[in-house]
């Protein structure tokens, strides 16, 4: 069965570092999202991205963030300056269409730990 | 504004025996509505979904979900629960087709 598969498993960086977390979404999907969970909390959305552009984005999501689809494969999420608050699991996710109803596939995600 | 609860973190249920993991939820508009479980080290699963139609849902590994507008719920159920079902399930919303508003989760563990 097709995955979304997610690199690394776990992170640590230091405080002001950049990072970036890499996922391969499933190969005929078209949407991609980044969600994350800090511990404890709710799953939260952090961006959606179709044809090559935010699609939307949610408040979390600020000037530190970014993604981009650098090949035809790969789905990445840089944080430029990390702080501590940035300490979540991240997880990447795709879906073959867009619209209410649509079911996303998640991949394992990635621990981000920031000291 | 949109919202999912659950008001559960843990459930223990015995092998065998029925489980219910509970969700209620919270929006403006038509719910559209998810359960998503996951196992140790591994991304969310699809399990099943409510868009519109029977209030009865069914989906993979033997798990329903009832859906009931009146009392805004969306609760999972089985009727057998096995000790392989033991894992984090989270429900999840969505209504505008773009994002997911997910519950805290509910660690579920069956008891052998």
């Known amino acids: 069965e097709p995955e979304v598969t997610q690199t690394p498993s776990h992170q640590v960086t230091q405080m002001g570092q950049e990072v970036i977390l890499r996922c391969v979404p499933i190969?005929?999907?078209?949407?991609f999202y980044w969600y994350r969970q800090i511990l404890g909390q709710k799953v939260e959305f952090l961006v959606s991205?179709?044809?090559?552009?935010?699609?939307?984005k949610s408040e979390i999501f600020d000037d530190q963030f970014s993604v981009e689809r650098p090949d035809g494969s790969n789905f990445t999420l840089k944080i430029r300056s990390t702080k501590l608050e940035d300490s979540a699991m991240y997880f990447c996710?795709?879906?073959?269409?867009?619209?209410?109803?649509?079911?996303?596939?998640f991949g394992q995600g990635t621990r981000l730990t920031v000291v | 504004a949109q919202s999912v609860a659950q008001p559960e973190d843990q459930v223990n249920v015995a092998e065998g025996n029925p489980l219910t993991v509970k969700c209620t939820y919270s929006?403006?508009?038509?719910?559209?509505l998810f359960w998503y479980v996951q196992y140790p080290n591994r991304g969310l699963q699809f399990l099943l979904k409510?868009?519109?139609?029977?209030?009865l849902v069914k989906g993979s590994y033997g798990f329903e979900a009832e859906f009931n507008k009146s009392q805004t719920s969306f609760h999972l159920k089985k009727p057998s629960a096995l000790v392989s079902d033991s894992a984090l399930y989270f429900c999840?919303?969505?209504?505008?087709?773009?994002?997911?508003?997910f519950g805290t989760g509910t660690s579920l563990t069956v008891i052998p």
């Open positions: 409510y868009i519109t139609g029977d209030n």
């Open positions: 190969s005929n999907h078209l949407y």
């Open positions: 999840a919303l969505d209504f505008t087709g773009n994002q997911f508003y």
């Open positions: 991205f179709y044809n090559n552009e935010i699609s939307e």
């Open positions: 929006v403006s508009g038509n719910p559209y």
């Open positions: 996710a795709s879906s073959q269409g867009q619209g209410s109803g649509t079911e996303a596939f």
